[in-house]
């Protein structure tokens, strides 16, 4: 069984450009997250989905960071305009139903010089 | 509120030493916890979880357990290898939000041959 699927890996962008993150989560899961990890960090939830509703998005900062998942499968993230401080890794994961064992993909690393 | 705190890394052991990562949390009631790995340039990996009191989750030679009366889950491995450094994660989920993941701040270990 394929994992959760997160493409760039790897983005170096300047500052003030845009950016865009998309993953592909575990078939049959209906709950999606992103998760912000900082280095040295643990990670933070963004936001999460069930199929396409976005129902906790409380913690994203939504003056430049916005999030879809218009089919209830693949998600993308965005970032615009993007800030020296937004250099991290973003996490998507999965899990089945809500409560279930979530499931990490590799994770997309952004560097913002 | 919900918290976890992990001892500060890097942990440095010889192969074959005995591994303790000590994890407290904070949260009210009973909730889950679980242990994350995540390995050089790689996503998190579940290695193990309990999500009631005295419940020992193992995977993989480690093992942690659950205990109400201290608030703790230390992960503990009787005989580390070179292929276990990476990065330890601890992570609880509330009771009353069992979609969340809250991350201690993780632990580097580093097992030399």
């Known amino acids: 069984e394929a994992g959760v699927v997160q493409s760039p890996r790897y983005k170096i962008i300047e500052k003030k450009q845009p950016v865009a993150f998309w993953c592909n989560p575990i078939?049959?899961?209906?709950?999606l997250y992103w998760y912000l990890q900082n280095l040295g960090q643990g990670p933070e939830l963004l936001i999460r989905?069930?199929?396409?509703?976005?129902?906790?998005d409380s913690q994203l900062p939504k003056d430049r960071f916005s999030a879809e998942r218009l089919k209830g499968v693949d998600s993308t993230l965005k970032i615009q305009p993007a800030e020296l401080g937004d250099s991290a890794v973003y996490l998507c994961a999965s899990s089945q139903n809500q409560g279930n064992t979530i499931y990490f993909g590799e994770g997309s690393w952004l560097t913002v010089v | 509120g919900n918290s976890v705190t992990q001892m500060e890394g890097p942990v440095t052991l010889s192969e074959e030493a005995f591994l303790t990562i000590n994890c407290t949390y904070t949260?009210?009631?009973?909730?889950?916890l679980f242990w994350y790995v995540q390995y050089p340039g790689e996503g998190l990996q579940l290695l193990l979880k309990?999500?009631?009191?005295?419940d020992k989750g193992s995977n993989k030679g480690f093992e942690a357990t659950y205990r109400k009366e201290t608030t703790s889950f230390h992960l503990e491995k009787g005989s580390v290898q070179v292929s276990d450094s990476a990065v330890y994660f601890c992570a609880l989920s509330p009771m009353d939000s069992s979609y969340k993941l809250i991350f201690g701040s993780g632990t580097r270990l580093l097992v030399r041959p």
């Open positions: 078939s049959g899961h209906n709950t």
């Open positions: 949260a009210t009631g009973y909730p889950s």
């Open positions: 309990a999500t009631k009191a005295d």
């Open positions: 989905y069930e199929n396409e509703e976005a129902v906790d």
